[in-house]
């Protein structure tokens, strides 16, 4: 079975994200995130470990996300809305990335309604553009992007 491989800088990234809640030198960490080109907010992350930015740079994850456990995101990563231009749809719920996702390098994830999961094991490959949710442990790749094969269960 795969293992992510959680490298100490991941561990101070998580740990940068999630200091964003602090009262004080929150808005200091997210500028600072912000520079190195990471903008995920601390309400999108799950408590337990295991977030990788493989390569971080440029990663932005809508304020309305939760990331699960053992999450990759590699550089160039974007989850957000399809359809910034206009007001935002009531029923926007958001993005729900599950464990042991894998994003591949600028792939974008967008929605204009509802709740976007991408479920638990789904890798989805490089310059990707997912607008519908995915089922266990799919491989989806392409723009837009559709299922091209499942992954091994652990």
Sequence with gaps: ???LPVRP???LYRG????QKRPI??????????LRGIDIPAEALQPGD???LRHAGNVVVHRQSR???NVMLHQ???VGRGDIWREQDPSFRGFVIEDEVILGANAVVVSQKGLLTIAEGTVLGANSVLNTSTGPWEIWAGAPA???GERERP
């Design 9 to 11: 800088i991941d561990r």
């Design 1 to 3: 079975m795969f293992r």
């Design 67 to 69: 990331i699960g456990r």
């Design 50 to 52: 295991g977030l990788v």
């Design 16 to 19: 940068l994200i999630l200091g």
């Design 146 to 148: 559709r299922k091209v």
């Design 25 to 34: 030198i929150g808005p200091v960490l997210r500028q600072a995130l912000k």
């Design 76 to 78: 160039g990563v974007t």
